[in-house]
């Protein structure tokens, strides 16, 4: 069997690398951007930061989407891109801008699939999509290196996963400078959410040695960086080590899966609009200690990763170390660790579990797990 690697065509880091912008809008002959932005990004300057280096390139400003994007939002960025007279797209944000963003340069290059609803899973879209240039404002999703967004079917009450290759943004710039604004709450749902992706990613059934180094990097970086950007949003060195570490997760996972943590993520994100790094953070120990007997192996590499010692260990021992040291991060960083204390009510536990079963992450999960065993962990997670 072949492993499939796709990666964005066009990446810059570091501090102060949306300098870059305007060169490379020149290079490319784009005429007019469509700006897809979170609100508060607007009203606290950080869109300005992007904005001023388009230097002459005139731009339409899109804000009407929610945290957790909706196919009523993608239509309404559709119709508004159209009128625009834009050439590309340029995302400013986390997730929910950049996925907002991937659903509306879809459709409007593939007008068949304008319900949004049909790009649900792996949709055969037959145009690339329209340019986008990502700019991301966190350090969890990886969005500007995947082929993945998301987006919640209102009628449903579900998230889509939706995995195309076509959507993939053609240009990356991860300044941290952009992140300095994040508050402590959010650096530390969005890191966990990062560490989320790269041990899924590498646990999943679909992981390999290309996609396995990635994510042990990535679990490195987050352990050595994601306490001090949640400490000092000021520090720099911390910033920049998340946000290489988010995009190192974010370029394999995006290629090989992931896991259950996510497929039971998403629904409480659909359903009660909780922030998807929260959610990753509280079910992560969870579903690792359940996964646990399928790859032992894997999650002694977690625990060194994280720089436990694990040298006197056994097996059991050091797996047991991963789970530990996962669930002492997400404490430490003052994560939520029950669904009671964000609200979750326990008469919910049994359609979170169905749609978590159906859940297209839920494939990709190293163990084999049922409707059933799923609200069992959504019991204990309560």
């Not at 001023?52 to 390139?57: C, P």
């Not at 929610?66 to 159209?82: D, H, L, W």
């Not at 996609?211 to 001090?228: G, R």
């Not at 789970?323 to 049994?350: F, Y």
């Amino acid at each position: 069997m072949a492993n499939r690697f796709i990666l964005n065509e066009t990446s810059y880091f570091g501090a102060g690398a949306r300098k870059e912008l305007g060169g490379e809008i020149r290079r490319r002959g784009f005429k007019k951007a469509f700006v897809v932005v979170d609100k508060d990004l607007v009203k606290f300057g950080v869109a300005d930061m992007v904005t001023a280096e388009l230097k002459g390139v005139s731009y339409e400003t899109f804000t009407d989407f929610k945290a957790n994007p909706t196919v009523k939002n993608v239509k309404a960025g559709v119709e508004a891109f159209n009128l625009s007279g834009a050439d590309f797209i340029i995302a400013i944000g986390g997730g929910s801008s950049i996925d907002t963003a991937k659903g509306i340069a879809i459709v409007a290059n593939n007008p068949e699939f304008a319900d949004v609803v049909s790009l649900e899973g792996t949709a055969e879209t037959a145009s690339k999509c329209v340019p986008i240039i990502a700019l991301p404002t966190t350090a969890g999703t990886a969005a500007e290196v995947t082929i993945n967004y998301v987006i919640i079917d209102e009628e449903t009450g579900r998230k889509m996963v939706c995995v195309d290759p076509n959507d993939i943004p053609a240009l990356a710039i991860i300044d941290a400078e952009l992140m300095a604004t994040m508050p402590k709450g959010l650096t530390a749902a969005t890191g966990m959410d990062a560490l989320t992706h790269a041990i899924e990613g590498y646990i999943t059934k679909g992981a390999w040695e290309l996609s396995d180094m990635f994510e042990l990097k990535a679990i490195e970086l987050i352990a050595k960086h994601l306490p001090a950007a949640t400490a000092n949003g000021k520090d720099m060195t911390a910033r920049e080590g998340m946000a290489l570490a988010q995009y190192v997760a974010g370029m394999a996972f995006s290629n090989v899966g992931l896991g259950c943590v996510h497929s039971m993520a998403h629904p409480l994100g659909a359903r009660f609009d909780i922030a998807h790094g929260v959610a990753n953070a509280l079910l992560l120990p969870i579903v690792m200690e359940y996964n646990l007997p399928a790859a032992k192996g894997k999650y002694a590499e977690i625990a060194k990763a994280m720089g436990v010692d694990v040298s006197a260990m056994d097996a059991d021992e050091a797996a047991a170390a991963a789970v530990k040291a996962v669930k002492d991060l997400s404490v430490s960083l003052g994560i939520p660790q029950t669904l009671r204390e964000i609200g979750i009510p326990d008469t919910a536990l049994p359609q979170l579990a169905k749609d978590a079963f159906a859940d297209v992450c839920t494939g990709g999960n190293p163990r084999e797990i049922t409707e059933a065993d799923i609200l069992g962990l959504y019991k204990i997670a309560y």
